[in-house]
């Protein structure tokens, strides 16, 4: 006795499904439009940017500490500290070898600048004692007694120059001095309003454990960087801070150090042995977290210079992007034609699949771009290209395997849940197997790939998604109706397009 034509009893509710997730791409869209999240941010090939050498600083007879391993602990550093600004897709890499190596970044879009600035910085803080200040105008006569006192204890070289230096010439302000942790040295005062002598450095940048921006409630809403020393450095911090406490002004002044130039000199009233410490000096909030930054990921091991300095076009941008799309919308168009030509009214499934797929890839694109900083470059497009291609995968799977129940003699309903059951397997594992491939390129590799990663394992997770609770559902609805269940020459399902030969009756 038969029982093929039997349908398969099945506890899924489409409907139910579908009304999921339109509630899910509602939700989407509401947060789209709440967060501000209005246009998809491009990459440094589509939208234009910067890209800007780095060229480590040379002094005489110092031309062994650019070595290999110094420029690849600076491009780990630099890196980090434009991974912590939340500006995807730049590029922090080597080029050239031995003394001749430079460090090449390419930032995307409007925070180039920022970066590029930020990014350069040696960050070499230190703590020192100030031994004498004065206003940061050079000597002009031998009766300008602001400048020409000398300091006692100090040597008449170094007396000399403090007496010279004027703190309102750009290049004196410029930052990026690089001088030995023992050297008694002179410098100005970031704003140059003031300049120092100053003693060697008691407390250093590599002895900080945690650096944070913060904002002062209770005063005038100024910013500042608070600092964690590790222990070495709590109880040298500790140790400054008891030895200059009572002494005369300027002497009880500790100075804060940042690449050359002094960023506040407050005056000690207390010995701090908690290991903590605040700097202060009229900072923005960006300038705040920016500093916050350079000192949580460490000072880098050189010097750089400025080298070359190059803007992307965004006019070349815009053809790099009108080119990917163009790609984007022949390859969705065969998938599209190819549906509809082999599988004719099952490929209404296959266009709604797209079309619900590509508006989720939309969203999230929106949402990671506000949320993360996630930037789309011509390699991501790549790889949403690539997952039209899983997409149209997953569906052909499903609808052979419903194709193949009904040729064996099973109705239409009941082959769509049975096919489901056979196909969904098959389905999850070719995308876990997509995914794992994007994992791994994500975490072992840098610059464009790792865009091309992480599009293709959100398109191919939203795939999933699409399948489970669009296509399938919308599948098991078409399955009632009668110009699908009747085998409509047009539905896709008729006995001619699954090569079923119907007996006809013969006359006597």
Known sequence: ????????????????????????????????????????RLGLDLRGGTSVTLQPRIAAGES??????????????????????????????????????????????????????????????????????????SVTSATDTTTATPAQGVSAEINAKFAALDCSKPENLQGGAVDAPTD????????????????????????????????????????????????????AFGAITSRVTGLASPQNQVAIVLDGLVVSAPRINEAIPSGNAQITGSFTQLEAQDLANVLKYGALPLAFDRGEVQQVSPTLGSDQLRAGLIAGALGLFLVLLYSLLFYRGLGIVSIGSLVIAGALVYLFFLLFGKWIGFTLTLAGIAGAIVA?????????????????????????????????????????????????????????????????????????????????????????????????????????????????????????
């Not at 509710?13 to 967060?35: E, H, K, N, Y």
């Not at 410098?187 to 921006?213: D, F, H, P, W």
């Not at 599009?455 to 098991?476: A, H, N, R």
């Open 1 to 40: 006795m038969s029982t093929t034509n039997k349908p398969l009893k099945s506890t899924s509710r489409p409907g139910r499904s579908l009304a999921i997730l339109g509630i899910v791409m509602l939700a989407l869209t509401a947060t789209v439009f709440i967060s501000g999240a209005t246009s998809v």
């Open 64 to 137: 062994g500490k650019v070595t290999s391993e110094s420029i690849d602990q600076a491009v780990s550093i630099i890196r980090q500290r434009v991974n912590s600004l939340g500006v995807a897709e730049s590029e922090v890499a080597a080029q050239g070898s031995g003394t001749n190596r430079q460090i090449v970044i390419s930032v995307p879009g409007d925070s180039s600048n920022r970066v590029v600035e930020l990014v350069g910085q040696t960050a070499e803080l230190r703590f020192r004692q100030v031994l004498a200040e004065a206003s940061g105008a």
């Open 184 to 235: 008694i040295i002179v410098a100005c005062e970031r704003s140059g309003a003031n300049k120092y002598i100053l003693g060697s450095a008691e407390v250093l940048g590599r002895q900080v454990s945690k650096a944070t921006a913060g904002i002062d409630q209770q005063g005038a809403s100024s910013w500042y960087v608070s600092l964690v020393f590790d222990n070495e450095g709590t109880k």
């Open 388 to 508: 039209i291609g899983i997409t149209a995968d997953s569906f052909i799977v499903y609808f052979e395997r419903v194709r193949d129940e009904v040729r064996d003699g099973r109705s239409l309903r009941s082959a769509v849940e049975l096919g489901w059951i056979r196909a969904r397997r098959t389905i999850v594992v070719a995308d876990f197997v997509s995914i794992i491939a994007a994992v791994l390129l994500y975490f072992f590799a840098v610059g464009g790939v790792r865009g091309f990663a992480f599009t293709l394992g959100l398109t191919t997770l939203i795939d999933l998604l699409v399948v489970f609770v669009f296509t399938k559902p919308l599948t098991s609805i078409l399955a009632r109706l009668n110009f699908y269940s009747s085998g409509h020459p047009l539905s896709g399902v008729s006995p001619r397009s699954l090569g079923v030969t119907v007996q006809t009756p013969q006359e006597a």
